[in-house]
């Protein structure tokens, strides 16, 4: 199983738009794909239509209790994608976590060995704490949403500096599979300047694919679908088609890894 972390320090970047997204749309391809709900905010599980009285176990026990993961799934609206939700619980996980030995690894001991899944994506929330290094820790890659407007750019320094420590200290493996550029609003200077800014300072580890601001994206949460399904045709959707095929493009050939 190839295990992708979607993460930013920053908040407000589409990171969850994106996780709920792209998961769909590798799932639309024929990949057995899970969606791991790691921000206590649980915005991925209620993106998907799971509500919160219908999440009986969660990413918190996965963690915290080391339940095992297929104890922690549950199915989606979407053929193909599961869900590991969270619940609020997890917001007492950081301070739960502080005196457990090996508190980084609990994530990555969890989806190790045969899962099922072909690929699985963590949605971190946007903060380095416990369960961001834990996402990073478990993670064979990361995937970074980058909204297109000017403090972006700072913000992306501090993340591929945290990358470095993590490779130091826990994950000597985790590497970038690509930027993802959000938000993207062509009317705006600024945003083609940014999105120039970006290409020129990472060149290929940039994908081509953007992801536009759209009405649509922001609509298909509140009905508990993915935008790909709650309007499969709107720009978004077909920006995340477009970034799900530069995706499977960029990962290892051995697609069913576990």
């Known amino acids: 199983m190839i ?3 979607i993460a930013n320090q920053k908040g407000g970047v589409g990171k969850t738009t994106t996780a709920i997204n ?8 024929g990949w057995k794909t899970l969606l791991v709900d790691l921000d206590p905010q649980g915005n991925a599980s209620t993106g998907l239509g799971i509500n919160a009285a219908d999440r009986d176990r969660s990413s918190y026990d996965l963690i915290v209790d080391q339940a095992p993961l297929a104890n922690c799934t549950m199915p989606t609206s979407i053929p193909g994608l599961d869900l590991v ?3 609020e619980d997890l917001s007492g996980a950081e301070i ?5 030995v090996e508190r980084t690894d609990r994530l990555r001991a969890a989806l190790s060995g045969h899962t099922g899944y072909d690929i699985c994506f963590i949605d971190c929330p946007p903060s380095l704490g416990l369960l961001t290094l834990n996402a990073l820790g478990a993670a064979d890659t990361l ?11 700072e913000g992306l320094s501090q993340l591929l500096q945290t990358v470095e420590r993590i490779q130091q200290r826990f994950n000597p493996d985790l590497g970038i599979v690509g930027i993802v550029l959000t938000m993207f609003d062509r009317r705006n200077r600024l945003t083609d300047q940014v999105a120039d800014d970006v290409r020129d300072c990472l060149g290929q580890l940039v994908f081509e694919a953007v992801i536009p601001r759209n009405v649509r994206l922001s609509e298909a949460p509140s009905h508990g679908l993915p935008a ?5 045709s709107c720009a978004g959707s077909r920006a995340y088609m477009a970034l799900a095929r530069e995706l499977i493009g960029r990962l290892p050939e051995k697609r069913k890894a576990a």
Do not use: G, K, N, W
């Open 3 to 5: 295990r992708i972390a």
């Open 22 to 29: 792209i998961a769909t749309a590798m799932a639309a391809t």
């Open 85 to 87: 939700p969270a619940t």
């Open 96 to 100: 739960e976590l502080v005196s457990v």
């Open 143 to 153: 995937l970074v949403p980058l909204q297109c407007e000017f403090f972006a750019l």
């Open 228 to 232: 790909l399904v709650y309007d499969h």
